[in-house]
Structure formats: C-alpha cells, structure tokens
C-alpha cells in the first residue's frame, strides 16, 4: 500500500510539472488572444471551402511575398474545390527552378500540379535582407507550430495598435497586443476593404484573417477531415462491439448456475 500511495504521489507530481509547464508556455505568449468558434475545431469539425478559398486569395495577394509554404503542392488545391484546369492556371502563374539540362545548369520553367509553392526567397539570407533583418516563417505548418495556433495567429492579424501613451517603438517595428513583448518586425498585412474577393464575402480585416486563418489551418492538416470521420467510425465500431461482446459473454454464461 505504501509503495502504491508513493506511485501514485510520484505520478500526481510528474503530471502537475506537465500541466504546470504547459499553463507556463501558454502564459509566455505574452498577449491577449481571441478566442474564435472555428468551423474546424472538435471532433465533428470540418472546412469550409467557400472560406479556405478566399484564405487563399488573402495568402496570395498578401502573404505570398514574404512567407511560403513549402509542404504544400498545387495539385492540393483540389481539396479546397478547385478543378484540373483551375489548378494547372494557378501553377502556371509560378517560376519553378528545374534541372539540371543538358549543358547541366538549372533553369526555370512555369510551375505544374505536381510542383510545391516555391518560397518567394532562395535562402534565409536573401529573406532576411528582404526584410530588415527579420526572417518570415514558412506558413504551412504554422497552425500547428504555435500553442493555440489559429487563434493566435487571428489575434496577431487583428492586434495592431497604437502604443499605449509613453512607450517608444523602434524603427522597423509595430505595436501588436497579441504578440510576446508588442513588439513585431512584420507590419500589418490586412486592413480590410483591400482586397476584392472572387467569390461574395466579407472583406473587413476581421473577416479576412479569419478566411486565411482556416486556409493555414488547412495547410498545416490537409487530411482533417479524413482523419476525424475514421476516428468516429473507429469508436463507433468499437461501441458496437462493446455491445456485442457483452452479449456474447451473458448468452455464453447464461446456463451456468451462480
């Protein structure tokens, strides 16, 4: 009994250091963080592919120039409902690098299905000074790189400020009240009324970084979906089963007597 109560004590410690260094991590972040109903949140969660759509537009019209998305192909639009030839259009508009040719230099060719996003910079350095310095991240698994991820990255795009009274901001950097410190290289990238939709939609800052919020939710776990409906139809089988097997064991054990 003894060894079990310190067991027990040892495990109850280890899970606070968990929960306590997690409640530390969220704390770090430093900002306010708004807190969204997604369509894609919960176990029942799915895309909206009106919404990943406009996102879309938003990262090509807005993010594209500084931030990539290297794990994510052309021929992946087709889940958000795009058809072949949309696709191939969208490709085209790329320059992919390629090679090497016969006299064994690379060249550049206009982009296919097949191919990735190419990254708006060749190499960190030349990122770094396309942007004082600052090096954009990678977007396509941003969602997930960051705690809390798409309601953080909401807040960052809508929580650009004027400093409160008496605080100085460097050149070359904003006031934002969701990041950690304030203080951000990147200045703010939608202000709403600034891009024309396609489709119909709502085209306010708030509206439009939540579009591109669910697009990079999308990059960050394009197979979502999938997994959720064969996670349900996993438990439902296995609640089923529950069933049949308890049934099974009091037909089995029906004739015996007690």
């Known amino acids: 009994m003894r060894k079990l109560n310190i067991l027990t004590r040892g495990l109850g410690a280890v899970a606070g250091l968990i929960l306590s260094g997690s409640v530390a991590m969220a704390a770090g972040a430093g900002g306010k963080i708004i807190e969204r109903d997604w369509s894609f949140s919960g176990p029942f969660g799915n895309f909206d592919k009106a919404s990943l759509q406009r996102g879309f537009q938003v990262y090509r019209e807005v993010c594209s120039g500084c931030h990539g998305l290297d794990f994510i192909a052309f021929r992946n639009l087709a889940d ?11 490709a ?30 060749p190499n960190e350095n030349a990122a770094r000074a396309g942007n004082g310095g600052a090096y954009p991240p990678d977007l396509s698994l941003m969602v997930k790189a960051r705690p809390n991820g798409a309601n953080y990255i909401y807040s960052l795009l809508v929580g650009y400020e004027d400093a409160p009274e008496g605080m100085e901001v ?17 200045a703010q990238p939608i202000y709403g009324d600034d891009i024309t939709l396609a489709g119909d939609g709502d085209t306010s800052m708030e509206a ?51």
């Open 92 to 121: 085209a508009e790329y320059e992919v690098e390629d090679g090497p040719n016969d006299e064994g230099e690379m060249f550049m060719r206009p982009g296919i299905p097949a191919d990735r996003f190419p990254n708006p910079f």
């Open 208 to 258: 439009l970084s939540a579009d591109v919020v669910s697009f990079l939710a999308w990059t960050s776990e394009p197979e979502m979906e999938t997994r959720k409906r064969t996670g349900i139809a996993a438990m439902a089988f296995l609640l089923v089963m529950c069933f049949v097997s308890y049934g099974s064991m009091r037909y089995i054990w029906s004739d015996v007597k007690k």
């Open 80 to 90: 958000l409902g795009y058809n072949e030839a949309e696709i191939k259009a969208i």
């Open 170 to 186: 460097p050149d070359g950097m904003h006031y934002n009240s969701a990041y950690s410190g304030h203080m951000i290289a990147m």
